[in-house]
């Protein structure tokens, strides 16, 4: 019998280039946001009269943040398959309660936003033991618990009104160097190496370190992972023997956490405190359609906050655009609504090109 003639290894540079083209197809969703994003913020730079300046974007980068990080709050039950229906109501109650306790000294203004924090975070976890403890789904249990927080905002600040540090407040919707030249530390951005980030908007750095200090750890964790991991097929998830529960409660708590410091930037954004309950509606909304603008997948087990960072901004980029060419704002949610149907749609046109289900997941 003649001997088998063993088959010939792999190239490197072909697995390489393999390897590389099976990331950009799992990342088409979030590279079309991407593009789609970018062709619209440069319509609307070319078309400002004062495009591409520092204050534009400081401007842009304010507008976008709130809803930046309630759309990270809706990421996190969305990649279990789920909902969370609460996610702006927490936003308003974080909101509330800063208006009353962010002011005074270094030490109560430092107390006061960790007090916010902790708040939004409490919230998310109460979410979380009303999912897996009430054995009820997180749409309907949300629903409820998005209710009860707009009712504690609304008897903290039944009429607009309160006060926050005017100083935190002015250093947080600048640019780095105005933010380190108002506690002082101009000198530091003085010398050459520093100098090239002090026009970069707070707003922008403050996200970049939420996303690597808070998701990219979560993440990387086993809880993080079994998130994934429930979304994309419960049941197998449990027969690993993955720690479900917890990971569930870890997640609320992580949406929790980004909805309130959503929260605490808008009360630092506006200086005041405001029980708005159609802007509450209006975020939990608009963080679903950052999320599915941003290639999160709403069967769970798919996407990432990056994406839905991408959304949000895609879904500011729209309104920035409607006031450049002076669109009657009464149109803006039709038009969101269509980049939304047209974003749900090609996600479902790619979940049809599948011959089996499990391919999603390779």
């Given at each position: 019998m003649a001997d088998a003639v063993a088959a010939p290894a792999a190239r490197p540079g072909r697995r390489a280039g393999a390897n590389w083209g099976l990331r950009i197809r799992q990342?088409?969703?979030?590279?079309?946001?991407?593009?789609?994003?970018?062709?619209?913020?440069?319509?609307?730079?070319?078309?400002?009269?004062?495009?591409?300046?520092?204050?534009?974007?400081?401007?842009?980068?304010?507008?976008?943040?709130?809803?930046?990080?309630?759309?990270?709050?809706?990421?996190?039950?969305?990649?279990?398959?789920?909902?969370?229906?609460?996610?702006?109501?927490?936003?308003?109650?974080?909101?509330?309660?800063?208006?009353?306790?962010?002011?005074?000294?270094?030490?109560?203004?430092?107390?006061?936003?960790?007090?916010?924090?902790?708040?939004?975070?409490?919230?998310?976890?109460?979410?979380?033991?009303?999912?897996?403890?009430?054995?009820?789904?997180?749409?309907?249990?949300?629903?409820?618990?998005?209710?009860?927080?707009?009712?504690?905002?609304?008897?903290?600040?039944?009429?607009?009104?309160?006060?926050?540090?005017?100083?935190?407040?002015?250093?947080?919707?600048?640019?780095?160097?105005e933010a380190a030249a108002t506690f002082g530390f101009e000198e530091a951005f003085e010398t050459t190496w520093l100098r090239p980030i002090a026009v970069l908007p707070v707003p922008l750095v403050l996200l970049a370190l939420i996303v690597l200090l808070v998701w990219i750890p979560f993440n990387r964790t086993i809880t993080g992972r079994t998130v994934y991991a429930i979304g994309s097929s419960e049941g197998a998830a449990y027969m690993s023997g993955l720690p479900l529960d917890r990971a569930k409660l870890a997640a609320f708590t992580v949406a929790g956490l980004f909805a309130g410091l959503g929260g605490l930037f808008l009360a630092l954004q506006t200086s005041s405190g405001n029980a708005d309950l159609p802007q509450a509606g209006a975020y939990t909304l608009n963080s679903i359609a950052a999320v599915v603008i941003g290639g999160t997948s709403l069967l769970g087990g798919s996407g990432s906050v990056v994406g839905s960072i991408v959304g949000a901004f895609v879904l500011r980029t729209i309104s920035f655009n409607f006031r450049i060419f002076d669109v009657d704002p009464l149109l803006q949610p039709l038009f969101e609504g269509l980049v939304l149907l047209v974003a749900v749609s090609l996600s479902g046109l790619s979940m049809l090109r599948l011959s089996n289900r499990l391919e999603v997941f390779r």
């Open positions: 990342r088409l969703d979030l590279l079309a946001a991407v593009a789609l994003f970018a062709a619209l913020y440069l319509v609307y730079q070319l078309n400002h009269p004062k495009g591409f300046t520092s204050q534009i974007f400081i401007q842009n980068a304010n507008e976008a943040f709130a809803l930046a990080l309630v759309a990270m709050a809706q990421t996190v039950p969305v990649l279990m398959a789920g909902l969370d229906l609460s996610v702006g109501a927490i936003m308003n109650l974080v909101w509330c309660i800063e208006s009353h306790i962010v002011r005074g000294g270094p030490a109560d203004i430092a107390l006061g936003l960790v007090v916010c924090v902790l708040a939004g975070a409490a919230c998310g976890f109460a979410n979380g033991c009303v999912v897996v403890y009430g054995r009820i789904q997180p749409i309907i249990a949300t629903l409820a618990t998005g209710a009860i927080y707009i009712g504690m905002a609304l008897f903290l600040r039944p009429t607009p009104g309160g006060k926050v540090d005017e100083d935190l407040s002015w250093a947080m919707a600048s640019d780095i160097g």
